[in-house]
């Protein structure tokens, strides 16, 4: 059974610091690229972050490009969102993804598994 279990989320004050993990199991996780989305209260899930199984090329959205970093550890079966500068619109529901696929994407509908989610919460 495929489970990703996402942990790290909490409450920051504007400009802080989180970084979030998300723990793969039931896979073999090198060969599945990953995803962060984000989902705040009233709005879409909107793609946030992706790399490809090796841990190169990583993809941002434009709001966050600059100060997200996705990176993972394929011995630690683990994908990574160190979240800096964080602002209000931050705020949101943060959840791993992943994909059998070399190259990571920004659809959603190209994942196969996903977490249940971490909670975000950036206080202004």
């Known amino acids: 059974q495929v489970q990703l279990v996402e942990s790290g989320g909490g409450l920051v004050q504007a400009g802080g610091s989180l970084r979030l993990s998300c723990a793969a199991s039931g896979l073999t996780f090198s060969i599945y690229a990953m995803g962060w989305f984000r989902q705040a209260p009233g709005k879409e899930r909107e793609f946030v972050a992706s790399i490809n199984r090796s841990g190169s090329s990583p993809i941002y959205a434009d709001s966050v490009k600059g100060r997200f970093t996705i990176s993972r550890d394929n011995a630690k079966n683990t994908v990574y969102l160190q979240m800096n500068s964080l602002k209000s619109e931050d705020t949101a529901v943060y959840s791993c993804?992943?994909?059998?696929?070399?190259?990571?994407?920004?659809?959603?509908?190209?994942?196969?598994?996903w977490g249940q989610g971490a909670q975000v919460t950036v206080s202004s």
């Open positions: 993804a992943a994909r059998r696929t070399f190259s990571s994407g920004t659809y959603a509908a190209g994942y196969e598994y």
